[in-house]
């Protein structure tokens, strides 16, 4: 078949021409990439020939291989891995298949210096166009493993590319890349050159398990005498901890990741006795763009002796941890587990409770020895920790105990409840919340006002999930957690009480006939009219029965699809604001005439849309409500 010509997509064709203008410092990182690629193929390969043993596929010496033609100025990197199938190479290498695509490519053009640049590719996984930093002319050639046909994809990276179907390709892939001229100036340098490849594998790709080979001069390629291994394949989880440094740790788990930025802690762990694995997880510096939507890849890298088993083994972490990256290494697995056997497997379960004890215990103490780190994690990740307390009964007052919550105490500082209890004020029994969309809002809703006059501390939670662990998290350290905005609230001491107890049964029998009234005139949207004794300066407010569903996580299940039955709220009124005082006086004088039983009722809707409106909430009729309001208004004037 003659070769097609395609044109790149938009989004594709924009990130070339980055690509190609050194949009970042260090150009040696295509080599890693490549490499990376092929190693993911070589392991695909291995884990395809243990699932299905029909596959007509060479697995009996899985490398890579690095050929550079100094004359010719080409590098080549091969390798025998599983390969791509025709419409596989149109659609991974043509397009960039990742709706945040234009996103990327506007912070990619904001970022102020090569780090931020760098960290934003790795986010986007587009790294095989890094191969055009350096070349004039990329060539890719692969057939996929168990196919009669390869495909030859080349691009010069200016807009489009062809592919062509190809008789005697080999099983693999390889790329191979037609050097620009060397440039030390920029930071372009001979990738022709025996040593510079060297180092470049040696600082990127030791840790890879397959072999890289490169052919000496005058050698053949394969395992002839003539070619060298240049990387160890010393698996970084099985040498003692003394033996790796840093770089090496950074090194393996942007492999493992994809991501280019450093990991803000790496955990290693070893388990001996009945059952033995060796464990290496990385605490990533960021949140990848995915990480909250549906199709979002988690888990980590399972292998068995050394060999790799799974990328994503979702078996080993929970959901709410998703975002750890690492490998397992286990040493009674067999070779050929799949998904299904692993959800039901008594050793993988053990290994994942521990696991995640170590990660909590882990973040733990650095909170205390890092709180710069903890910081970081907290800010990334916070919200998907939290996830944990909805999900991991056995781990709940672990993760209560590593989480953090913007309070009334400090506007810039987040406070643990371990802190928050032990500043309670003394005879408080609960600890005090509120949930809303933002702290600003928060701290001007009437909920708030008795508990800012008396001093008291309320936890600020502003995160969605916040308004649904809330509804399943009765107590911590012995103290209650309790809403603001929800049952009734008394903040005075069994003092004040006494003091207060005559005026407020005084009022109580003043008010009562207006109550009732009221209560009677919005039954269809209150369940109650009463008194209040959190306001201080608002006419009134609406709150939630104890055990009921806020308004917010009411919105949440609406949004979500599921049904949910209209739930009648409380209007507390403030006896002491004058508009309340003026109600009931109104209300005491009222004679039988019609219109001044029609203007109160206006009056007592008015308030009632008044403190829902202060609440966040909706208007059943707002239309109905501006024009009472206008009413009142024009009367003033």
Request: with cysteine; glycine share 6%.
């Amino acid at each position: 078949m003659p070769a097609e010509t395609f044109e790149f997509q938009v989004e594709a064709r924009q990130l070339l021409q980055m690509m190609i203008h050194s949009i970042y410092s260090n150009k040696d990182v295509f080599l890693r990439e490549i490499i990376s690629n092929s190693s993911d193929a070589l392991d695909k390969l291995r884990l395809e020939t243990l699932r299905d043993d029909t596959l007509q596929a060479d697995s009996s010496d899985l490398h890579i291989a690095i050929e550079a033609d100094q004359e010719k100025r080409t590098l080549t990197v091969r390798d025998n891995g599983i390969g791509m199938s025709h419409d596989e190479v149109v659609q991974l290498i043509g397009t960039i298949a990742n709706s945040g695509t234009a996103k990327f490519l506007q912070e990619l053009k904001e970022a102020k210096d090569a780090a931020a640049s760098e960290e934003l590719i790795g986010q986007f996984g587009v790294g095989f166009y890094s191969t055009f930093m350096v070349a004039d002319e990329v060539t890719l050639l692969t057939r996929r493993a168990g196919e009669d046909t390869g495909t030859r994809w080349q691009s010069s990276g200016e807009g489009t590319y062809t592919v062509e179907s190809v008789d005697d390709a080999p099983q693999g892939t390889s790329v191979t890349l037609r050097l620009k001229p060397e440039d030390t100036e920029d930071k372009l340098f001979d990738y022709t050159s025996p040593w510079k490849i060297r180092e470049i594998v040696k600082r990127y790709s030791d840790f890879i398990t397959w072999p890289i080979r490169m052919a000496t001069v005058g050698g053949e390629e394969g395992a002839e005498p003539g070619t060298e291994t240049v990387n160890s394949m010393k698996a970084l989880w099985a040498r003692p901890k003394d033996s790796v440094t840093d770089e090496e740790y950074s090194e393996l788990y942007k492999h493992i990741s994809h991501d280019w930025t450093d990991p803000l802690e790496t955990i290693r762990m070893q388990a001996e006795g009945t059952f033995e694995y060796q464990a290496l997880l990385f605490l990533p510096s960021h949140a990848p763009q995915d990480l909250f939507m549906q199709d979002h890849k988690r888990g980590v890298q399972l292998y068995v002796k050394r060999v790799f088993i799974m990328d994503d083994c979702e078996a080993l972490m929970p959901t709410y941890l998703r975002f750890v990256k690492g490998v397992v290494d286990a040493q009674d697995l067999s070779l050929n587990v799949s998904r299904e056997i692993l959800q039901q497997d008594r050793q993988i379960e053990m290994m994942r409770r521990r696991l995640v004890k170590k990660v909590l215990s882990t973040v733990k103490d650095m909170r205390s020895a890092a709180p710069e780190k903890y910081g970081t994690l907290w800010k990334e990740f916070g919200r998907v920790l939290k996830e944990g307390l909805l999900q991991d009964f056995e781990n709940r007052d672990a993760i209560l105990e590593i989480s953090s919550f913007a309070s009334t105490q400090d506007e810039a500082e987040l406070t643990t409840l371990r802190a928050y209890v032990e500043r309670m004020k003394e005879g408080q029994e609960q600890i005090y919340y509120m949930t809303g969309e933002s702290r600003a809002a928060m701290e001007s809703s009437p909920h708030m006002e008795a508990f800012r006059a008396k001093g008291f501390e309320v936890l600020l939670l502003t995160d969605p999930v916040d308004e649904v662990w809330v509804q399943s998290v009765p107590e911590f350290d012995g103290k209650q957690l309790q809403s603001i905005s929800k049952g009734e609230v008394d903040l005075d001491t069994e003092e004040e009480k006494k003091e207060v107890e005559a005026e407020r049964e005084k009022r109580q029998q003043e008010y009562a006939g207006l109550l009732t009234w009221m209560t009677e005139q919005l039954g269809d949207t209150v369940k109650e009219v009463r008194l209040s004794s959190r306001l201080t300066v608002s006419p009134a407010c609406i709150v939630s029965d104890t055990h009921d569903v806020t308004p917010a996580l009411e919105n949440m299940y609406r949004a979500m699809g599921q049904e949910v039955p209209q739930i009648k709220r409380i209007l507390e009124l403030n006896p002491s604001h004058a508009l309340i005082s003026g109600l009931q006086k109104a209300y005491s004088a009222q004679s039988d005439e019609e219109g001044t039983r029609t203007e109160l009722a206006e009056t007592a809707e008015l308030v009632h849309g008044l403190a829902l409106l202060s609440d966040g909430g909706e208007l059943s009729d707002p239309s109905r409500f501006s024009r009472l309001m206008a009413d009142r208004l024009e009367r003033t004037l």
